[in-house]
């Protein structure tokens, strides 16, 4: 069983956290990449409603993890965490189960389907005395912690404004089985904006209130891949959505998200200073180049990478919360449930304006997550033994 933050037990300094992993779906493979390096954690158990690729991800990873059901992995003893891959609709109801049997859990984004469900979730966890974490972990990579370090530095002086750019034309493309981004729960600011919405809290801290709208341009659309190409399927929510955040700092925040759109020339995000502006690179990802251009400048310059884990990937948010847990800290993981139940907040506060055309109070509040040193998390050896 899982233990409540600042007990001895699993998670413990020098103890890895060990997980189990509920949903082995597409992105499995990225956390399985993260966890053969991560020295925090240890891989014990995953768990499928289909068993089969549960059976073929443990057989992949090795190391001793076993392939169990739902309810096995749930209530096995060595499982200090739970890791929620399941669908956006399922996440709640993993997420609860795993805490009502004495789990921690980290899910996938978003924290759950609504944020009623998030905050059942949240709730449930303080009861229990276990941790919430949440992705996206992109933010603590080395892009958005080097602009976050560069806009704490007073490089662009006072934050004016920023904006948040995401545009495809949908997902239909590449996903085999893309029909959950175009129901209700779906659409592109619940699938990407968590991913923009927590760099700019990170960057510029929390939303007060926000204004939106939005539309759709096609009432279905057609599978690009696998063995349902050519299916089509009904789009019944909004595909492009664009709003104004406000942040409490009273800097300004324009979102852009868009199935419906085919390229853009605009940064991921750009934010605006008194001093200069940065550009900061896509917080889809953990890394890449943040660049300046400075009042007076002649040309923008790349900032040398001064902040963030370093060559991260998914999964590193859970070693960032096994080391809160090891440390006995009162502050939440920085990829916590707090500010993932934040930036729901923000998209479905965003999804109100745009449904009523009225400006949206965000009635949830996340301190700014504690910024992240330039440190390198993976222990290279374990990666080799476990790759041989």
């Known amino acids: 069983m899982g233990k409540p933050v600042g007990t001895e037990g699993p998670g413990a300094v020098g103890t890895p956290l060990n997980i189990g992993i509920v949903g082995c779906g597409k992105i499995v493979g990225q956390y399985l990449e993260s966890f053969r390096r991560l020295p925090d954690v240890r891989l014990v158990a995953v768990a499928d409603i289909d068993a089969s690729r549960a059976q073929d991800v443990a057989r992949e990873y090795g190391d001793g993890v076993r392939a169990l059901g739902v309810d096995e ?3 096995a003893g060595d499982v200090d965490l739970v890791l929620n891959l399941t669908v956006p609709a ?12 004495g789990k921690h859990v980290y899910g996938e984004k978003p924290l759950a389907a609504t944020t009623r469900e998030a905050r059942e979730v949240l709730e449930a966890a303080r009861e229990a005395g276990v941790v919430v974490g949440c992705a996206p972990d992109t933010v603590l990579g080395t892009g958005i912690q080097t602009a976050r370090k560069a806009i704490d530095d007073g490089l662009i002086g006072e934050p004016v404004a920023a904006t948040a750019t995401m545009v495809t034309p949908g997902h239909e493309r590449w996903h085999p089985n893309p029909d959950f981004y175009y129901v209700p729960g779906g659409g592109p600011l619940l699938d990407m904006g968590p991913y923009y919405v927590s760099a700019l809290v990170t960057l510029l801290g929390p939303v007060a209130s926000v204004i939106g ?3 759709h341009t096609r009432a279905e659309r057609v599978i690009g891949s696998g063995q349902r190409a050519g299916e089509k399927i009904p789009v019944t929510t909004d595909t492009h959505v664009t709003g104004v955040l406000v942040h409490e700092s009273g800097a300004l925040s324009t979102l852009v998200m868009s199935f419906d759109a085919v390229k853009t020339k605009s940064p991921n ?23 300046l251009f400075r009042l007076g400048g002649d040309d923008w310059e790349t900032l ?3 902040a963030g884990y ?19 800290a009162v502050e939440e993981p920085r990829a916590g449930g707090t500010l ?4 729901l907040d923000v998209m479905e506060s965003l999804l109100e304006s745009a449904r009523t055309g009225r400006a949206v109070q965000v009635t949830s509040r996340a301190e700014r997550p504690r910024a992240v040193v330039l440190e390198d998390l993976a222990d290279r050896a374990r ?5 041989a």
């Open 269 to 291: 995000i750009e934010v605006h200073g008194s001093l200069g502006t940065l550009a900061v690179p896509d917080p889809n990802h953990f890394d890449g180049d943040t660049q």
């Open 340 to 343: 993932a139940y934040h930036a």
């Open 73 to 75: 992995l749930l209530a």
């Open 304 to 306: 040398d990478t001064t």
């Open 213 to 215: 709208a939005a539309s």
């Open 310 to 328: 370093l060559d991260s990937g998914r999964g590193y948010g859970i070693a960032d919360l096994a080391r809160t847990l090891a440390g006995g």
């Open 383 to 387: 990666e080799g033994s476990l790759s």
């Open 90 to 101: 399922a996440h709640a109801e993993v997420a609860l189960a795993a805490i009502a049997a």
